[in-house]
T-cell receptor, first 115, second 116 residues
Protein backbone atom coordinates (compact mmCIF):
# COMPACT_ATOMS: atom_id res chain seq x y z
CA UNK A 1 0.00 0.00 0.00
CA UNK A 2 1.96 2.96 -1.31
CA UNK A 3 2.22 6.04 0.85
CA UNK A 4 1.91 9.64 -0.22
CA UNK A 5 4.07 10.13 -3.30
CA UNK A 6 5.61 13.47 -4.13
CA UNK A 7 7.69 14.33 -7.15
CA UNK A 8 10.14 15.51 -7.94
CA UNK A 9 12.16 15.03 -4.75
CA UNK A 10 14.44 17.88 -5.73
CA UNK A 11 13.68 20.74 -8.08
CA UNK A 12 16.00 23.51 -9.17
CA UNK A 13 14.64 26.59 -10.90
CA UNK A 14 16.05 29.98 -11.89
CA UNK A 15 14.37 33.15 -10.75
CA UNK A 16 11.34 33.93 -12.89
CA UNK A 17 10.66 30.33 -13.93
CA UNK A 18 7.66 28.24 -12.93
CA UNK A 19 7.76 25.35 -10.45
CA UNK A 20 5.22 22.52 -10.47
CA UNK A 21 5.10 20.15 -7.53
CA UNK A 22 3.04 16.99 -7.66
CA UNK A 23 1.40 14.96 -4.94
CA UNK A 24 -0.39 11.63 -5.26
CA UNK A 25 -2.29 10.88 -2.04
CA UNK A 26 -2.55 7.47 -0.49
CA UNK A 27 -5.09 5.16 -2.06
CA UNK A 28 -8.54 5.96 -0.80
CA UNK A 29 -7.59 9.43 0.46
CA UNK A 30 -9.54 12.34 -0.95
CA UNK A 31 -8.21 15.11 1.32
CA UNK A 32 -4.87 16.77 0.51
CA UNK A 33 -2.92 19.37 2.48
CA UNK A 34 0.18 21.31 1.40
CA UNK A 35 2.72 22.66 3.88
CA UNK A 36 5.92 24.66 3.44
CA UNK A 37 9.02 24.22 5.61
CA UNK A 38 11.54 27.01 5.52
CA UNK A 39 15.09 26.23 6.70
CA UNK A 40 15.21 25.49 10.44
CA UNK A 41 11.53 26.24 10.88
CA UNK A 42 8.41 24.19 11.43
CA UNK A 43 5.88 23.42 8.77
CA UNK A 44 3.38 26.11 7.82
CA UNK A 45 -0.01 25.26 6.38
CA UNK A 46 -0.64 26.51 2.86
CA UNK A 47 -3.79 24.97 1.40
CA UNK A 48 -6.34 22.20 1.96
CA UNK A 49 -8.09 20.58 -0.98
CA UNK A 50 -10.67 17.92 -1.48
CA UNK A 51 -11.25 16.42 -4.91
CA UNK A 52 -11.84 19.32 -7.33
CA UNK A 53 -12.40 21.80 -4.50
CA UNK A 54 -10.22 24.19 -2.52
CA UNK A 55 -11.50 24.06 1.04
CA UNK A 56 -9.05 26.38 2.81
CA UNK A 57 -6.31 28.45 1.17
CA UNK A 58 -5.70 30.78 4.08
CA UNK A 59 -1.97 29.95 4.15
CA UNK A 60 -1.30 30.54 0.47
CA UNK A 61 0.50 33.69 -0.64
CA UNK A 62 -1.95 35.86 -2.56
CA UNK A 63 0.18 36.06 -5.69
CA UNK A 64 2.11 33.54 -7.81
CA UNK A 65 0.91 30.44 -5.88
CA UNK A 66 -1.97 28.18 -6.90
CA UNK A 67 -3.10 24.65 -6.14
CA UNK A 68 -5.46 22.16 -7.68
CA UNK A 69 -6.63 18.62 -7.07
CA UNK A 70 -8.42 17.42 -10.20
CA UNK A 71 -10.88 14.57 -10.39
CA UNK A 72 -8.21 12.46 -12.06
CA UNK A 73 -4.51 12.69 -11.33
CA UNK A 74 -2.31 14.16 -8.62
CA UNK A 75 -2.64 17.39 -6.72
CA UNK A 76 -0.45 20.15 -8.16
CA UNK A 77 1.12 23.08 -6.33
CA UNK A 78 2.19 25.68 -8.86
CA UNK A 79 4.53 28.59 -8.21
CA UNK A 80 4.87 31.13 -10.97
CA UNK A 81 7.81 33.52 -11.40
CA UNK A 82 9.77 31.97 -8.56
CA UNK A 83 11.97 34.11 -6.32
CA UNK A 84 14.81 33.17 -3.95
CA UNK A 85 12.47 33.28 -0.98
CA UNK A 86 10.46 30.38 -2.42
CA UNK A 87 13.38 28.03 -1.66
CA UNK A 88 11.98 25.56 0.86
CA UNK A 89 10.78 22.02 1.35
CA UNK A 90 7.16 21.55 0.31
CA UNK A 91 5.27 18.70 1.93
CA UNK A 92 2.00 17.15 0.95
CA UNK A 93 -0.19 15.19 3.35
CA UNK A 94 -3.36 13.21 2.77
CA UNK A 95 -6.15 11.75 4.85
CA UNK A 96 -9.24 9.71 4.02
CA UNK A 97 -11.60 12.07 5.84
CA UNK A 98 -11.68 15.28 7.81
CA UNK A 99 -11.81 13.74 11.27
CA UNK A 100 -9.41 13.72 14.19
CA UNK A 101 -9.18 9.94 14.12
CA UNK A 102 -7.76 10.04 10.63
CA UNK A 103 -4.35 11.69 11.04
CA UNK A 104 -2.55 13.08 8.06
CA UNK A 105 0.07 10.97 6.28
CA UNK A 106 2.99 12.90 4.82
CA UNK A 107 5.07 12.45 1.70
CA UNK A 108 8.84 12.84 1.67
CA UNK A 109 8.61 16.35 0.28
CA UNK A 110 9.95 18.31 -2.68
CA UNK A 111 13.00 20.40 -1.97
CA UNK A 112 12.85 23.49 -4.16
CA UNK A 113 16.01 25.49 -4.78
CA UNK A 114 15.95 28.80 -6.61
CA UNK A 115 19.16 29.93 -8.29
CA UNK B 1 -5.29 32.10 16.60
CA UNK B 2 -3.81 28.70 17.29
CA UNK B 3 -0.14 28.30 18.16
CA UNK B 4 2.32 25.66 19.40
CA UNK B 5 5.52 26.36 21.31
CA UNK B 6 8.24 23.76 21.72
CA UNK B 7 11.35 23.85 23.83
CA UNK B 8 14.31 25.14 21.91
CA UNK B 9 16.91 22.67 20.78
CA UNK B 10 19.08 21.11 19.89
CA UNK B 11 18.90 18.45 22.56
CA UNK B 12 21.92 16.17 22.90
CA UNK B 13 21.74 13.03 25.05
CA UNK B 14 23.69 9.89 25.69
CA UNK B 15 22.12 6.56 24.86
CA UNK B 16 19.72 5.29 27.57
CA UNK B 17 19.17 8.79 28.99
CA UNK B 18 15.70 10.11 29.81
CA UNK B 19 14.12 12.44 27.27
CA UNK B 20 11.63 15.26 27.76
CA UNK B 21 10.66 17.70 25.01
CA UNK B 22 8.25 20.35 26.23
CA UNK B 23 5.28 21.47 24.17
CA UNK B 24 2.59 24.00 25.08
CA UNK B 25 -0.26 25.23 22.93
CA UNK B 26 -2.79 27.99 22.54
CA UNK B 27 -6.11 27.12 20.96
CA UNK B 28 -9.81 27.66 21.28
CA UNK B 29 -11.97 24.73 22.19
CA UNK B 30 -10.52 21.25 22.46
CA UNK B 31 -7.87 20.60 19.83
CA UNK B 32 -6.34 17.24 19.04
CA UNK B 33 -2.62 17.04 19.76
CA UNK B 34 0.10 15.19 17.88
CA UNK B 35 3.81 14.45 17.89
CA UNK B 36 5.45 13.91 14.52
CA UNK B 37 9.04 12.78 13.88
CA UNK B 38 11.14 13.70 10.85
CA UNK B 39 14.27 11.75 9.92
CA UNK B 40 16.84 13.41 7.64
CA UNK B 41 15.63 13.81 4.07
CA UNK B 42 12.22 12.33 4.81
CA UNK B 43 8.71 13.48 5.46
CA UNK B 44 6.95 13.57 8.80
CA UNK B 45 5.75 10.40 10.46
CA UNK B 46 3.04 10.39 13.08
CA UNK B 47 4.56 9.28 16.38
CA UNK B 48 1.54 9.54 18.69
CA UNK B 49 -1.66 11.49 19.24
CA UNK B 50 -4.25 12.40 21.88
CA UNK B 51 -7.71 13.67 21.14
CA UNK B 52 -9.08 14.71 24.53
CA UNK B 53 -7.97 15.89 27.95
CA UNK B 54 -6.04 13.36 30.07
CA UNK B 55 -5.54 11.03 27.09
CA UNK B 56 -2.07 9.50 26.91
CA UNK B 57 -0.63 8.78 23.50
CA UNK B 58 2.17 6.23 23.29
CA UNK B 59 4.27 4.54 20.62
CA UNK B 60 7.76 3.02 20.39
CA UNK B 61 8.48 3.86 24.03
CA UNK B 62 7.46 7.51 23.63
CA UNK B 63 4.59 8.94 25.67
CA UNK B 64 2.73 12.24 25.93
CA UNK B 65 -0.27 13.19 28.06
CA UNK B 66 -2.84 15.81 27.04
CA UNK B 67 -2.94 18.28 29.95
CA UNK B 68 -5.71 20.78 29.44
CA UNK B 69 -5.10 22.61 32.73
CA UNK B 70 -1.54 23.46 31.69
CA UNK B 71 -2.21 23.41 27.90
CA UNK B 72 0.73 21.07 27.49
CA UNK B 73 1.64 17.87 25.63
CA UNK B 74 5.21 17.07 26.67
CA UNK B 75 6.99 14.18 24.94
CA UNK B 76 8.89 11.70 27.11
CA UNK B 77 10.92 8.55 26.68
CA UNK B 78 12.59 6.65 29.46
CA UNK B 79 15.64 5.40 27.55
CA UNK B 80 16.62 6.90 24.21
CA UNK B 81 18.54 5.12 21.48
CA UNK B 82 20.85 6.42 18.77
CA UNK B 83 18.13 5.60 16.24
CA UNK B 84 15.84 8.16 17.95
CA UNK B 85 18.00 10.99 16.58
CA UNK B 86 15.62 13.09 14.49
CA UNK B 87 13.56 16.29 14.54
CA UNK B 88 10.41 16.15 16.66
CA UNK B 89 7.38 18.35 15.95
CA UNK B 90 4.45 19.01 18.23
CA UNK B 91 1.23 19.92 16.40
CA UNK B 92 -2.43 20.59 16.98
CA UNK B 93 -5.57 20.30 14.91
CA UNK B 94 -8.78 22.09 15.81
CA UNK B 95 -11.77 19.83 16.31
CA UNK B 96 -14.57 22.34 15.93
CA UNK B 97 -16.15 23.01 12.56
CA UNK B 98 -15.17 25.63 10.05
CA UNK B 99 -12.57 25.73 7.32
CA UNK B 100 -9.63 25.29 9.70
CA UNK B 101 -10.81 21.82 10.62
CA UNK B 102 -8.04 19.29 9.96
CA UNK B 103 -5.37 21.92 9.36
CA UNK B 104 -2.28 21.22 11.44
CA UNK B 105 -0.44 23.96 13.32
CA UNK B 106 3.15 22.96 14.08
CA UNK B 107 5.74 23.98 16.60
CA UNK B 108 9.16 24.95 15.31
CA UNK B 109 10.65 21.50 15.87
CA UNK B 110 13.28 20.18 18.28
CA UNK B 111 16.43 18.50 17.00
CA UNK B 112 17.40 15.47 19.08
CA UNK B 113 20.85 13.91 18.80
CA UNK B 114 21.62 10.75 20.76
CA UNK B 115 25.26 9.67 21.15
CA UNK B 116 26.37 6.08 21.81
Amino acid sequence: NAGVMQNPRHLVRRRGQEARLRCSPMKGHSHVYWYRQLPEEGLKFMVYLQKENIIDESGMPKERFSAEFPKEGPSILRIQQVVRGDSAAYFCASSPARTVNQPQHFGDGTRLSIL
Amino acid sequence: GNSVTQMEGPVTLSEEAFLTINCTYTATGYPSLFWYVQYPGEGLQLLLKATKADDKGSNKGFEATYRKETTSFHLEKGSVQVSDSAVYFCALSPTAGGTSYGKLTFGQGTILTVHP
